[in-house]
């Protein structure tokens, strides 16, 4: 309770050994890097949007505007907010119709969505709710309010996409939101004429890591390696564990060359991670990767995939702890 009181991100109950507190920290500080949440802000109005975003923007939140709601869907794959802000009242398609053929899109059902409105009366506050909103504002709208309702929906939004999205051992995402994640980049790159480096990589000789260094061992060495991807690249790019200690990483807007150079830099930091095995023995682990990149390795996900995998396949035959890009 104090603890909670407290406004603590974590509580680690004792007794607790040096690698639980290691784990923990790490934990903290990778999520402090990753968790800056975007809000769109849909408004006719430019003042009305430029107010609502310098009520929000801070550290922890960026805040995207957008005055034409006839672009809602373009702005959305494009920027891929965590929660949205409807004006209620716009020239075209009101709040609700937005709500409505959100809710009908698979890819935006789970967004938070937020209304604003001048109409506070029972008939409203029914047709937000049937509309598909999760929670609404009465103009003027006061600041604190505003802060506190789009904080609590950005941290349920953010607790709910852990549990359901993310590997519980490296913190990546699973290998299903992946997928469906890196479909909606392929099209960003379509129409922004844009390429993205899909990479393959796994940790070289884990199966021996497991049987001389021990499982415990292993886990550590995966869960380092799965903080390692998520703190070193940007908010847009996605990392995943892919399954067993395989792991694979979409960077947009990235060539061959580039995307070499930076996971090159992330290789370079694993190779000098010292691991402790279960029975307190040093030992030093490395990964091999392949890259695609599109659209001159294949326009899809699978054909990206097979491209990577095929190159990951040769990093290991050519001697390990390398990056393929041919």
């Known amino acids: 309770m104090h603890a909670a009181h407290a406004g603590a991100s974590l509580f680690l109950p004792r ?15 990778t999520a402090r890097r990753q968790e800056r949440a975007k809000v769109m802000v849909v408004d006719d109005d430019p003042e009305a949007v430029r107010a609502l975003s310098q009520v929000l923007v801070s550290d922890a939140v960026e805040v995207v505007g957008l005055e034409n709601a006839y672009g809602l869907l373009d702005a959305l794959a494009r920027h891929r907010p965590d929660l949205l802000l409807l004006d209620v009242q716009m020239p075209g398609p009101s709040g609700f119709d937005l709500c409505r053929i959100l809710r009908l899109t698979p890819e935006w059902q789970e967004l938070p969505i937020l209304l604003i409105t001048a109409q506070v009366g029972l008939e409203f506050r029914l047709a937000a709710f049937q509309a598909g909103a999760d929670d609404y504002l009465a103009k003027p709208v006061l ?3 505003l802060r506190a309702r789009v904080h609590a929906r950005l ?4 607790l709910s996409r852990e549990r359901t999205e993310r590997d519980a051992l490296t913190g990546l995402m699973l290998r299903r939101p992946f997928v469906e994640a890196v479909a909606a980049r392929l099209s960003e790159a379509r129409r922004g004429d844009r390429p993205l480096a899909l990479c393959f990589l796994d940790v070289d000789h884990f199966k021996k890591v497991n049987d001389q260094h021990g499982h415990l061992a292993g886990d550590r060495v995966l869960m380092r390696l799965g903080r390692l991807l998520g703190a070193r690249f940007r908010r847009e790019d996605l990392r995943a564990r892919w399954g067993g200690e395989e792991f694979v990483v979409a960077l947009l807007g990235e060539s061959a060359e580039s995307a070499k150079e930076i996971l090159s830099r992330t290789a370079e930091e694993l190779a000098g991670m010292a691991f402790e095995s279960d029975a307190g023995k040093t030992f030093h682990v490395t990964f ?3 890259l695609a990149v ?22 290991k035959e050519n001697g390990r702890n390398r990056i393929e890009t041919e």
């Open 288 to 290: 091999s990767a392949g």
């Open 155 to 158: 941290e349920r939004a953010r």
């Open 294 to 315: 599109a659209p001159q390795d294949g326009t899809t996900l699978d054909e990206l995939l097979r491209a990577a995998d095929a190159r990951l396949y040769r990093a």
């Open 15 to 29: 007794p607790f050994t040096q690698q639980d507190f290691a784990t923990a920290a790490e934990r903290l500080v």
């Open 143 to 145: 600041k604190e309010e």
